[in-house]
């Protein structure tokens, strides 16, 4: 081993420089990608119906029920009373 440092430093100096090439490159990595939460289940009516005009895309502008659930969600959201 001796002989390979005195003999040929370019050599050394490129085993070197990859050494740091991968050891960078491990500590770089992020890892183990972070799993993407579930969506959570529409549990009531209201949210069934959020849903629903949600997934009507433009034609939910025009029909009434979206209007109305818009409406009451605006109102929970906002602190309008007690939904119930």
Do not use: Q, Y
């Not at 500590?27 to 005009?53: D, M, Q």
Request: net charge positive.
């Amino acid at each position: 081993m001796r002989a390979l440092f005195r003999r040929d430093p370019l050599g050394v100096a490129a085993v070197i420089i990859a050494i740091c090439a991968i050891g960078a490159a491990v500590l770089a990595s992020p890892g183990a990608p972070t799993p993407i939460p579930a969506a959570k289940p529409v549990s009531n009516a209201a949210s069934a119906e959020l849903a629903r005009c949600r997934s009507l895309g433009e034609a939910g502008g025009a029909d009434p029920d979206c209007h109305a659930a818009w409406a009451e969600s605006r109102r929970r959201f906002f602190g309008g009373g007690d939904p119930s």
